[in-house]
């Protein structure tokens, strides 16, 4: 790793979309090599609050505190749909310009770090895959090129924006097993999911979001009806506020 | 008789040097032209065309028919006319072609009416080019540019094509996409103006665009592109400037037409997303 994880800390996070808010008031923290779920309905701010950590989306009160964690220690994974398919380039290059993150946009990309390329690709079960070009893959396929480009980075901090949600069940499960080795490293991850069978079978802890933060600690404490019932109504409350500005 | 057709035009040296600066914008465009492709920005190419012209009429009235002003003056407005367009794309949420369309067409009514007022300048061979104009300093000015666009490019490669790829993750890596962007727009500008003596403002994207379109029916890769769209674009060259000598039409009209040609035959019989391969596909399919 080329950073250990730090705790990630938030103190009153406040983020907003215009003067529409996306997540108000969070207070909390990332433990250092924690594995967390962040789960809530749609417009709940889970995906703001990824791209906040990344140092993408600017706090628009109170802070996020790093622990002296650098852009380049930080690897987020948004939802595909981003990236451009038809770009004519290999899944090979794809991986291997992961060091760009690391290496910035002039240090060679060399022998060392090909190899390091190819074994991501291998780890992901993509291995035949290097020459292809990233046209043709499958949603499936395509993400699990996209997990090898994340190993590459090395990063101490992985987040992930709903990394399973147009994937088949055999490249989630071995993706997650991935992802749960990476954890064994020592990195801190946090992932969006939907999926709350694979929140309670695979995250210890869940930050459930309704813009609001409604509770954050272990899965099985958060995951009650009682919290999901709450979340559902500040969703509501929050949606007929922004209908009503 | 082939010699007649072929190697005879290229006996004058009005037409080697034409060839020369033809080739150093071969070179030097078409692999630019294939960034714009993949980065959906060919309309910009359409605003880039007419937009160098007022500069280059303004240069023209304060220069006299000075080359180096003349081009300083295109430089100027291309830049400006590039950044305005990405202003609107950013401002318009990706609803930018009616305001490109009115970008384009205030840039060429003005740089007609600036052109128009100044006597002794030839609207015809601001727009569509002249071979015969080519003389050494106009020479010097396309190799000049193409020395100073291919290296950049070189430089610039990887950030270039991480921005087009995956902005996304080049902001999240804390690499700057938007400098790169800016240095790709700037060497844009340079190959257009650079050309627009032989070829002229109107048809010097042509050279670019053309053969960069063309390529992807000729290549699978973004080196193979660059490759086949080089290639494709020195083909037209000497093509275009053939057709110019004999048929006695201007040289960007000509150049432009050839790379047309050569982009008609790769949609239809390429080896790649041609329409041959499409339909040799489908009556495997049912075969």
Redesign the interface.
Not at chain 1, 87 to 90: A, G, K, L, R
Not at chain 2, 171 to 175: K, N, R, W
Not at chain 2, 219 to 222: D, Q
């Given at each position: 790793m080329s950073a250990p994880a730090r705790p990630i800390q938030f103190d009153g996070l406040t983020l907003r979309h215009g003067r529409q808010p996306a997540v108000l008031g969070l207070t909390g923290c990332l433990a250092a090599g924690s594995l967390t779920a962040i789960i809530g309905p749609n417009g709940a701010g889970k995906t703001t609050l990824l791209r906040a950590i990344?140092?993408?989306h600017k706090p628009a009160e109170g802070r996020i505190d790093r622990g002296g964690l650098?852009?380049?220690d930080?690897?987020?994974l948004?939802q595909a749909s981003?990236?451009?398919r038809r770009?004519?380039?290999?899944c090979l290059d794809?991986v291997a310009?992961g060091h760009?993150?690391r290496l910035?946009?002039?240090r060679a990309?060399g022998r060392p770090e090909i190899a390091a390329a190819t074994a991501a690709l291998a780890a992901v079960g993509m291995a035949d895959a290097a020459a292809r070009?990233i046209g043709s893959l499958s949603a499936g396929q395509f993400q699990r090129v996209l997990f090898a480009?994340m190993m590459v980075?090395d990063a101490a901090v992985l987040l992930l924006d709903e990394p399973f949600s147009a994937v088949d069940t055999r490249t989630t499960e071995e993706l997650i097993r991935l992802l749960q080795r990476l954890h064994a490293e020592g990195r801190t991850v946090a992932a969006v999911l939907h999926d709350l069978d694979l929140v309670r079978q695979a995250f210890p802890q869940t930050l459930l979001l309704a813009c609001e933060p409604i509770a954050w600690g272990a899965t099985a404490s958060v995951l009650t009806e009682a919290n999901r019932q709450r979340a559902r109504l500040a969703a509501e409350a929050w949606d007929e506020r922004r209908a009503a500005a | 008789m082939i010699h007649d057709l072929f190697l005879a035009p290229f006996e004058l040296g009005f037409m080697r040097r034409a060839l020369a600066g033809c080739i150093a914008l071969s070179l030097a465009g078409p692999p630019l032209g294939v960034f714009l492709v993949?980065r959906r920005m060919a309309l910009m190419s359409d605003v880039l065309q007419h937009g160098i012209l007022p500069g280059i009429a303004a240069g023209a009235v304060l220069g006299g028919l000075s080359l180096w002003v003349m081009g300083a003056g295109g430089l100027a407005a291309g830049l400006a006319v590039a950044l305005l367009a990405g202003w609107l794309a950013r401002a318009s949420g990706g609803r930018e072609d009616s305001q490109f369309a009115g970008v384009y067409l205030v840039a060429l009514a003005l740089g007609v009416a600036l052109i128009s007022a100044q006597r002794g300048v030839d609207l015809t061979h601001l727009l569509f080019g002249s071979v015969l104009a080519v003389d050494d300093a106009t020479l010097l000015g396309m190799a000049g540019a193409a020395s100073v666009a291919l290296p950049a490019l070189a430089?610039?490669w990887?950030?270039l094509?991480?921005e087009?790829?995956?902005p996304?993750?080049m902001?999240?890596?804390?690499?700057r996409g938007g400098a790169?962007h800016l240095a790709f727009l700037a060497l844009v500008v340079l190959c257009v103006v650079s050309g627009f003596v032989a070829l002229g403002t109107l048809m010097s994207v042509g050279l670019m665009m053309l053969p960069a379109v063309a390529a992807?029916h000729f290549?699978?890769?973004?080196a193979?592109?660059v490759r086949a769209a080089v290639a494709l674009a020195l083909a037209a060259s000497v093509l275009g400037l053939l057709l110019s000598y004999h048929a006695d039409v201007p040289a960007g009209p000509a150049i432009v037409l050839s790379a047309g040609g050569l982009w008609v035959m790769g949609l239809l019989a390429g080896p790649r997303e041609s329409l041959l391969r499409r339909h040799a596909i489908g009556w495997r399919a049912i075969g």
């Open positions: 990344a140092g993408l650098l852009p380049r930080i690897a987020l948004p981003a990236l451009d770009f004519p380039i290999t794809v310009l760009a993150a910035g946009a002039f990309i070009p480009r980075q | 993949l430089v610039i990887r950030p094509i991480l087009s790829l995956d996304g993750f902001a999240a890596a804390g690499l790169w992807r290549a699978a890769t973004l193979g592109q």
